[in-house]
Every structure is written in C-alpha cells, then in structure tokens.
C-alpha cells in the first residue's frame, strides 16, 4: 500500500513539473500581439514633396516572435475626408522601415496606416498633417510684423527652409507658414531652440545670420 501511494506521488510530480515546463517554454517563446505603428514623417507639417517614413514591428525579439509582419497599407485623405492618395506598403520580419514619396498640394491632411501579422492581427493609427506651401520669418527685428520674409526650401531636404546672410535688428522674430497664423514656430532659446505651435516670440540678438528651421522637428538656428 505504501509502495502504491509513493509510486503516485511520483507520478503527479512528474506530471506537475511537465506542465510548469510547458508553460514556460510557452511564455518565453509565444509572443503575439498586434503590429505597433510609429509615425517618423510626417508630424504636424511638412512640405509639398516628402517622404512618408513609417517603422512597423511586431514581437519584442525576432528569434522569439511568432507573428512577424504580412502586409500593410495607407491612404491620405483630405479635409474633407476624402481620399486623393493611397497604396500598399512593404513589410516583412518583425522590424520594417518604410519610405514612400509622396507629393501633395498644400492643405490639411490625415494619414491613416493599417498593418496585419501573420497571425491576423491587425492595427491601424491616424496622424494629422499639414501640407505648407511657403515658410517665412516675420516680427520687428525683420521689418515688422505685416509681412514675412520668405526662406528657400533646401534642394536635398524638403522639411529644412533657409535664408542665407540675411540682417536682423533689434527685437523678436517667429517663423509661420502659408503667410498666415494658422502654422506657426515660437520659442524662447537664441540662437537655436525648437519652435513649437503659438510658441513665443524668439527675441533675437542684432547680427548678420544664415536662418534655418527643420519644419517636420521645429528646430532652428541662426549662425
């Protein structure tokens, strides 16, 4: 009888440890959840011509991930929610970058992104942008404030605008887009911060400069 009762203990331990071993080797190498999206560009405004740059993933490690990347899409609809571009985006692994060029007329628009694993989880996110068609400085330390003086859009870098040798006074400038409020760059760091929406005016120091603001990021310098 106790030779029965021992060989029973033996037997349920057994099986015990089994299933805690399943278990972990099931919590270490099953990893499944949906695809994680992260808009890079373009973020808040951009320029006419830009690249869309977007990183999917999918498992926290490849070598343990179950459910790698299969396919994924966008469209970019305009104010009216319609949509005027939109196409397949291409995706493997559990990692992808992706770049697509775009160009679009100046106006406000919402990219929307979808993905799906191999799995058949599915995510989707919803950015708002702007399309600008010109970027200026404007305040008294460059003429007033009825009027921007306009910057180049850099040759190789559509999001970076310039004004090359170009005299301030004395006084406070902010950088907008469109001649108009309705996007602008503020900040309170001379001589380079990173303006923000309705940010401050930027009080400057007198000087001859080359002027730069990155659109996509806000960031500016005068050197």
């Given at each position: 009888?106790?030779?029965?009762?021992f060989?029973f203990?033996?037997?349920a331990?057994?099986?015990?440890?089994?299933q805690?071993?399943?278990?972990?080797n099931?919590?270490?190498?099953?990893?499944?959840?949906?695809p994680?999206?992260?808009?890079?560009?373009?973020?808040?405004v951009t320029?006419s011509s830009?690249?869309?740059?977007v990183?999917?993933?999918?498992?926290?490690?490849?070598s343990?991930?179950?459910?790698?990347?299969?396919?994924?899409?966008?469209q970019?609809?305009?104010?009216d929610?319609?949509i005027?571009?939109e196409?397949p985006?291409?995706?493997?692994?559990?990692?992808?970058?992706?770049?697509?060029a775009l160009?679009?007329e100046s106006?406000?628009?919402k990219?929307?992104?979808?993905?799906?694993?191999t799995?058949?989880?599915?995510?989707?996110?919803?950015?708002?942008f702007k399309?600008?068609?010109?970027?200026?400085?404007?305040?008294?330390?460059v003429?007033?404030?009825?009027?921007?003086?306009?910057?180049?859009?850099?040759?190789?870098?559509?999001?970076?605008?310039?004004?090359?040798?170009?005299?301030i006074?004395?006084?406070?400038?902010?950088f907008?887009?469109?001649?108009?409020?309705?996007?602008?760059?503020?900040?309170?760091?001379?001589p380079?911060?990173?303006?923000t929406?309705?940010?401050d005016?930027?009080?400057?120091?007198?000087?001859?400069?080359?002027?730069?603001?990155?659109i996509?990021?806000?960031k500016?310098?005068f050197?």
């Amino acid at each position: 009888m106790k030779r029965s009762v021992f060989s029973f203990l033996i037997l349920a331990a057994g099986f015990l440890m089994l299933q805690s071993c399943d278990n972990g080797n099931a919590d270490v190498t099953i990893f499944d959840s949906p695809p994680a999206i992260d808009v890079i560009k373009p973020v808040n405004v951009t320029s006419s011509s830009f690249n869309l740059k977007v990183k999917f993933s999918d498992g926290a490690v490849s070598s343990i991930s179950s459910s790698p990347l299969k396919l994924a899409s966008y469209q970019i609809l305009d104010s009216d929610d319609e949509i005027v571009e939109e196409g397949p985006l291409t995706v493997s692994g559990v990692i992808t970058e992706v770049t697509e060029a775009l160009s679009l007329e100046s106006g406000s628009y919402k990219l929307v992104l979808l993905a799906e694993d191999t799995n058949g989880n599915e995510a989707a996110d919803t950015t708002a942008f702007k399309v600008v068609g010109s970027v200026g400085i404007i305040g008294d330390a460059v003429g007033g404030w009825g009027s921007d003086v306009n910057l180049t859009k850099s040759a190789t870098d559509p999001d970076v605008y310039t004004l090359p040798n170009y005299t301030i006074g004395t006084g406070q400038v902010k950088f907008r887009a469109d001649d108009d409020w309705a996007v602008n760059w503020g900040g309170t760091a001379f001589p380079e911060g990173t303006g923000t929406q309705d940010g401050d005016n930027i009080t400057v120091t007198p000087g001859t400069y080359t002027i730069t603001i990155d659109i996509s990021t806000g960031k500016y310098s005068f050197k």
